[in-house]
Every structure is written in structure tokens, then in C-alpha cells.
């Protein structure tokens, strides 16, 4: 996005902002300011601000800093640990609660400790078996397919892949396309979001970060549900990454 405006803001290069180094405060506003921090610290910028008002409790949609809503939390926390599958699970859910009332220090809000090699098929939590049946819901490019059949040595039953940005399922459809035929056969692609009912949607296109949008000037997409779609299939994995439409 170098050289381009955003909402009239111009967007510069790391070069370009060498040249106020010293006039200016660098806010950086990401989960992931560990590694952002030490780059801009190696490359001598010193007046550094981390900001993390996301994981703040002031500013938690659902809460929005009531303090009678404490009680609320504390039963839907403990519920949600009941209905977890693993320990590990809890201890990332207390870490996260943990850190919204944090004072936003950010070494006060690292999760990089709870960090695992694999994202989605942690062999402590899922035993894949031969059979599987795949449903990967914001599938991208493939990336997470392929991190799967490399797993699998190949060896599973059938992935369905739902990808609802048009560009993202264009490019999935070319990597698909380059699996052998055995394999690629068994694998069915939907331009299609994971939703609550049938209907058309409007979606900012942002590649890996798509989401649903009420903007008629926004990309047009369909989503519809998942019982509709794969109502007579016996699925055994459901990957979801659709930027906050999992719940419906």
C-alpha cells in the first residue's frame, strides 16, 4: 500500500519515514509488536508507543467496561472452559481474559508462549485417521489443504473448501489444480461463505482478511449454510477462519 491514500492518509514506505525520525511518535497498534518494536528500535527510532486497546476490557464489544457485567463474564468464561476439549484450550482463555484487564504493557501481553508448531491439527488435541472427512472453511489459497494432505501423506475420504472472495478462490482453484488427479478428485471448492441462511452478501476485499460488509459499493458474494450444502455428509473436521462470522 506504499504510495497510495487511505481515507486521504497517505501510506509511506519505512525509507520514507526515516526522514522524520525525530519528529514523530511511532504508534504501533498489532498483537504481533514484539518483533515491530525491536525492528523500529535496530533501525533508531525511539519515541515507540504499543498500542493494544483490542484486548483492553474498556473496550470489549460485549462488556464495554460496565462493572455489573463482571458476574456475566465470569459465568460465560467458566462456561466456555467447561466446553473446551483440552487443558491447553483453558489455559489460552485464561491468558486472554487475563490480559483485558491488563495495564498494556506489552510484555504483559505476549502469547508467544502459547504458541504451537501446528495451528489447526495439534496432534495433543486431534488424532487424524485415514478417512477424514475435511470441511475448510476460509480456505484461502489452499494453504491449510496442503498443510493437511502433507500431514496425511495424502490419505483422507473428502475436503470440502469454502473460500467467499472471489480473488482468494480463483488462486485456491489454480493451487488445487495442481495436485494430481487421484488426489485433487476428492477435493470440492464452493465460492461460497460459511453463514446462518441463503443469501447475497457485500464483503470488503482485503485477501486474507475478507470480511462481510454492509457497503453496496463492497464486492458482491454468496453465503448460505453449511446443513444446506453438506447435509448428507459424514464430516469429521471443521476448520473455521472467516474473520468473525463463525458464529453464525
Avoid at 134 to 153: C, E, H, M, P
Avoid at 193 to 208: Q, R, S, V
Wanted: with cysteine; net charge negative.
Amino acid at each position: 500500500k506504499w504510495g497510495i491514500e487511505i481515507d486521504k492518509i497517505p501510506c509511506i514506505s519505512p525509507q520514507e519515514l526515516e526522514q522524520y525520525k525525530n519528529d514523530v511518535v511511532i504508534i504501533v497498534p498489532t498483537g504481533h509488536h514484539i518483533s515491530v518494536v525491536q525492528q523500529l528500535k535496530e533501525a533508531g527510532y525511539k519515541n515507540i508507543k504499543v498500542i493494544l486497546s483490542l484486548l483492553a476490557f474498556k473496550n470489549n464489544l460485549l462488556y464495554c467496561a460496565y462493572p455489573n457485567k463482571l458476574e456475566e463474564m465470569k459465568q460465560n468464561v467458566l462456561a466456555l472452559m467447561e466446553i473446551c476439549a483440552d487443558y491447553k484450550s483453558q489455559v489460552i482463555i485464561f491468558e486472554l481474559i487475563k490480559n483485558w484487564f491488563a495495564n498494556q504493557n506489552p510484555d504483559n501481553t505476549s502469547y508467544r508462549r502459547l504458541c504451537v508448531g501446528e495451528q489447526y491439527f495439534d496432534k495433543e488435541i486431534i488424532a487424524l485417521g485415514d478417512k477424514e472427512v475435511f470441511v475448510d472453511i476460509g480456505a484461502w489459497d489452499g494453504d491449510t489443504i496442503f498443510s493437511f494432505l502433507r500431514k496425511q501423506q495424502n490419505k483422507f475420504e473428502k475436503i470440502h473448501a469454502f473460500e467467499l472472495d472471489k480473488n482468494n478462490y480463483l488462486q485456491l482453484q489454480e493451487n488445487i489444480g495442481l495436485l494430481n488427479d487421484e488426489v485433487k478428485n476428492k477435493i470440492a471448492l464452493y465460492n461460497i461463505g460459511a453463514w446462518n441462511k441463503k443469501e447475497k452478501i457485500f464483503y470488503d476485499e482485503f485477501g486474507t482478511g475478507s470480511k462481510i460488509t454492509n457497503d453496496v459499493e463492497s464486492q458482491t458474494g454468496l453465503v448460505d449454510r453449511l446443513d444446506d450444502i453438506l447435509y448428507n455428509q459424514n464430516v469429521t473436521l471443521i476448520k473455521m477462519d472467516i474473520e468473525g462470522a463463525e458464529i453464525n
